[in-house]
């Protein structure tokens, strides 16, 4: 079973920062998704990954499959980036479904 | 708008009763897979089904059970409510082909259940 572990837990930041949330996995996948949360439940799928780099927008996720390690970055951050965040990986078929972080509380205050 | 839609939204039940949640997912979505987050907690994924057949199922009892359907909407259906089943039930559904996640998933905004 993959353990998926993300750090930080929770990140206050100021609008503009350069925000950086990592993901980390115990075993071999065939794909990781990087997921937006907002109060109320709602899940957004910003990214899924199977190699290198993607950017859309603001963000960009970059994975490196050898030691088993994605980073969701966000560039000139603003208020309405808060949200959690969450790295769900899946393995082998897909039949096993996604695993998925505890997520990343994210505050972005003005 | 990820074009799929649950319903309903938030309910009460009690212990020992049975829920049946929906999930209407985007035409051609052949696959649909249903979670449960509990609060303050990721996801945990509870089956998944493609072509209107199970094919894989995390760590839930039998009494979780579902169905899908010809019209890409499914069912979550839950017997013998216990308080721990208490959470946001999330459904997710992908394109034609996309079996296995390798492509984008598109989340319903999740029934909330409350069972007392």
């Known amino acids: 079973k993959n353990e998926v572990e993300q750090s930080p837990q929770n990140l206050t930041a100021q609008e503009g920062e350069f925000i950086t949330i990592n993901c980390s996995y115990s075993?071999?996948?065939?794909?990781l998704h990087w997921l937006q949360q907002h109060p109320g439940g709602g899940i957004v799928s910003l990214f899924m990954?199977?190699?290198g780099k993607k950017k859309h927008g603001r963000l960009i996720a970059t994975i490196n499959i050898q030691e088993k390690h994605s980073s969701l970055h966000i560039t000139a951050s603003h208020p309405r980036d808060s949200a959690v965040y969450i790295c769900a990986v899946t393995s082998g078929g897909g039949a096993d479904g996604l695993t998925f972080g505890k997520g990343t509380h994210l505050i972005i205050q003005p | 708008e990820t074009g799929v839609t649950q319903s309903p939204t938030h309910l009460i039940k009690t212990r020992g009763q049975q829920v049946t949640l929906r999930c209407s997912s985007q035409?051609?979505?052949?696959?649909v897979s249903w979670y449960q987050q509990a609060l303050g907690q990721g996801p945990q994924f509870i089956f998944q089904?493609?072509?209107?057949?199970?094919?894989g199922r995390g760590n839930f009892p039998p009494r979780f059970s579902g169905l899908q359907f010809p019209n890409y909407s499914s069912e979550l259906n839950v017997n013998a409510l216990e308080l721990d089943d208490s959470a946001l039930y999330l459904c997710?559904?992908?394109?034609?082909?996309?079996?296995?996640?390798?492509?984008?998933?598109?989340f319903g905004e999740g029934s909330r259940l409350t069972v007392l």
């Open positions: 075993v071999g996948i065939s794909a």
């Open positions: 035409s051609g979505h052949n696959t």
């Open positions: 997710a559904s992908s394109h034609p082909g996309a079996g296995v996640y390798t492509g984008e998933l598109f």
């Open positions: 990954l199977s190699s």
């Open positions: 089904y493609y072509r209107e057949e199970e094919n």
